[in-house]
């Protein structure tokens, strides 16, 4: 029987839509999960979305939504991305489905009747943002995590005796160096350990939308609890059929970002040891991608959608740049520039360039079928070939079983630059044009050695880049990739007179005016997430298209100095948060603010000096009228407008909310 492998993404939060840095965790575990298979694993990948907590509830809320009509809709977002992407994931779990919920409850039961969670009430900060409870002090006090302002919660809650697992969760580490990786991230959980754990609630009573609480349905479960769940719950635990559960777990990786390595370091081994259940082989964190020096997040309205990429550049392009550029576990850029130039540096020019040259000569000097090289006719330069080719083999399997897709693939990229070389210097267009037969058997070496490196360097790319190793497969005439065994991978095994396909360009060179493309898409499509539209207000007629315009409903007439529902919908009134303030020079009445708005920062210039020093401003949620036209002030351009109520003498006082309001949420 072969040996399983198990591996998960994260399941993410439905609050935002997907950006490129979901697919960059993905599309690591998609590349990892088609590897293994390759090497003849019996792999199961998960991926799917985290639908529950407070965050979510907000968002809805914001969006005009039921949370399950948000759910529904975002979820469907990343798993239509994840299709389009083609990606091999075997299950998509989503933490509102039924499956999901009866194996938390049973988990629940588990941890409870085992004696680790008892009832005692809770008074602290919460930071919604990271649905995490910290230690800090006071109202509105920032959460350590992110920087957000927390809210305090005061609350009989449920409690897990997180502090009873101290102890095994630091001899879990020492004995197991791998469970945690890299090594940067380990040192960080056990100092975070050692310096103590306290007992973690593991309840809400504040809010409905998520898992009831079994037997006390007042509560909820915590979200962290209900999310991590899903790696077991996914495979039938807890459930009638929980076959694959025996089969695959433990899982073998969970691959997840750096900022959530607590929760799955701590909090997931500590309640599988309370519930008696094997724990994950290891966990794997990697970096954040970075646009415009900040980690990309729709909190900071810095994010790239994949979908602009793979319009322009294809699944592959975005597959081979995340994976190539950025070292796995340390933090990387992103950029449009950079893209395009390794886009056409290694794509284009290199693989590309490899494949339809030596494919176009075997084509046009040997009827297309590989010819055989002669051991008479062989030279230093070809055993230097077949060497590397033998040595980025073992490299690159062994970077790969250690993360470093960017090194691995770097050392595959050595061998095509290695086999570009030895064609310029063996020329074999001058071989070509000459008859002698000293000639044509070096010309068949030659070519031979170039077809048998592209071969390597196609298979090894398999899994990063499924779509275009296949296309070279079969133009080097091997049929089928996907039943390729990596493991048995060596030179020499192009067989001779090997018929090519079809040969035609994989990659086709992008010019300058492919940034622009993706850079207006980017800036076109910046839009608040889950934007509420007046759906319920449209008739059937005016939703379809091909109606005629007559039979639209007629816009509705306020009688006079009233205005209608759709006039007040004109006004975009949205809540942001004051970032920076300062005095205008030489205006004694005006501020340059500079708001978020959650899906983007704007300055607006505010008439309110007199009433607000800048410094108190700074962190107070506001209203503004985000639709308004800019316009200029002292030569500084506003953008937008703070809404405030006018006292006598025209004295300012700023709209402000009881409740906490996410950022970007509209007033209507
Ligand atoms: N729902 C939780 C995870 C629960 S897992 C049991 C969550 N969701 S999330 O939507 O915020 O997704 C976080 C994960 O998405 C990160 O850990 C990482 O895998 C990926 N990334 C999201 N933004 C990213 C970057 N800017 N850079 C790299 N990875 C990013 O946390």
Request: proline content about 5%; charged content about 25%; overall charge neutral.
């Given at each position: ?35 293994q ?7 199961y990948?998960?991926?799917g ?9 907000r ?40 499956r ?7 988990l ?11 009832k ?5 900060q919460?930071?919604?943002y ?33 502090s009873?697992?101290?102890?095994q ?6 004995q ?19 310096s103590?754990?306290?007992?973690l609630?593991v309840s ?27 790696y ?8 009638a ?50 646009f415009e ?36 576990g ?29 494919l ?53 990229w ?9 064609i ?5 267009w ?42 070279i ?21 192009l ?26 898409m980017e ?9 509420s ?35 007040f ?24 603010l ?35 036209a ?34 970007g949420?509209?007033?209507?």
């Amino acid at each position: 029987m072969s040996k399983k492998f198990y591996i998960t993404t994260p399941i993410y939060y439905v609050n935002a839509r997907p950006h490129i840095g979901h697919t960059y965790t993905t599309i690591a575990c998609d590349t990892v999960a088609r590897r293994q298979r390759m090497m003849g694993y019996d792999t199961y990948f998960l991926t799917g979305t985290d639908e529950h907590g407070q965050k979510i509830e907000r968002a809805a809320q914001a969006a005009g939504k039921t949370p399950q009509q948000l759910t529904d809709e975002v979820s469907g977002e990343f798993r239509a991305l994840w299709d389009r992407m083609k990606l091999s994931y075997d299950d998509y779990i989503r933490t509102t489905s039924d499956r999901h919920k009866e194996g938390v409850q049973t988990l629940w039961r588990q941890l409870r009747d085992k004696g680790h969670i008892y009832k005692g009430s809770y008074s602290g900060q919460y930071c919604v943002y990271d649905e995490l409870y910290v230690d800090v002090v006071g109202p509105g006090a920032p959460c350590p995590e992110c920087g957000r302002p927390t809210e305090t919660v005061q609350e009989e809650n449920y409690f897990f005796k997180l502090s009873a697992f101290q102890e095994q969760l630091l001899e879990l580490y020492t004995q197991q160096p791998d469970f945690i990786r890299p090594e940067t991230r380990r040192n960080e959980v056990i100092s975070f350990v050692r310096s103590g754990l306290r007992d973690l609630s593991v309840s809400r009573s504040t809010f409905k939308w998520g898992i009831p609480v079994p037997d006390d349905p007042g509560h909820v479960i915590y979200v962290w609890l209900d999310a991590l769940a899903n790696y077991i719950t996914a495979l039938g635990y807890g459930q009638a059929d929980d076959a694959k559960y025996k089969k695959y777990w433990p899982a073998d990786v969970h691959m997840i970002g750096k900022e959530i390595v607590r929760f799955h370091c701590v909090y997931w081994p500590a309640f599988l040891l309370a519930a008696g259940l094997p724990l994950p082989k290891s966990i794997v964190a990697h970096g954040w991608l970075l646009f415009e020096e900040n980690k990309m997040s729709k909190s900071r309205g810095n994010i790239v959608r994949s979908e602009t990429i793979l319009d322009v550049l294809g699944a592959d392009a975005l597959r081979y740049f995340l994976l190539r550029e950025i070292v796995f576990g340390q933090d990387g850029s992103f950029s449009f520039d950079a893209l395009v130039q390794r886009y056409n540096s290694d794509l284009a020019n290199g693989l590309g360039n490899l494949a339809s040259r030596t494919l176009t000569m075997i084509s046009r000097y040997f009827k297309g079928e590989v010819p055989y090289p002669s051991a008479t006719a062989k030279n230093a330069s070809d055993d230097a070939i077949a060497e590397a080719a033998r040595k980025t083999i073992a490299d690159f399997h062994a970077n790969f079983a250690q993360y470093q897709f960017s090194r691995a693939l770097e050392t595959a990229w050595g061998l095509v630059a290695a086999v570009d070389k030895y064609i310029v210097e063996n020329e074999p267009w001058a071989l070509g044009e000459k008859q002698d037969e000293g000639s044509r058997t070096r010309l068949a070496t030659v070519l031979y050695t170039a077809a048998e490196a592209l071969r390597i360097v196609t298979a090894l790319a398999h899994p990063v880049m499924p779509e275009a190793t296949g296309k070279i497969w079969t133009q080097l005439g091997l049929g089928n990739i996907r039943e390729l065994n990596l493991h048995e991978l060596q030179w020499g095994q192009l067989k001779l007179g090997t018929r090519l396909g079809e040969v035609q360009a994989v990659f086709p060179r992008a010019d300058k005016s492919a940034i622009e493309r993706m850079q207006k898409m980017e800036e076109q499509g910046r839009a608040p997430v889950a934007e509420s539209k007046p759906e319920e207000n449209k008739t059937a007629e005016t939703k379809s298209e091909d109606k005629p315009k007559a039979v639209a409903k007629p816009a509705a007439v306020a009688p006079e100095g009233k205005i209608t529902i759709d006039d007040f919908a004109k006004i975009d009134l949205r809540v942001a948060q004051v970032k920076v303030a300062e005095k205008v020079p030489n205006a004694d009445k005006l501020l340059r603010l500079e708001v978020d708005l959650g899906y983007e920062t704007r300055q607006i210039v505010a008439g309110i000096a007199e009433a607000y020093a800048p410094e108190a401003l700074v962190g107070r949620k506001v209203v503004i009228v985000a639709n308004l036209a800019p316009r200029k002030l002292r030569g500084l351009e506003s953008n937008g407008m703070i809404v405030a109520a006018s006292l006598e003498g025209g004295k300012p006082v700023l709209a402000a909310f009881l409740e906490e309001v996410p950022l970007g949420a509209r007033l209507k």
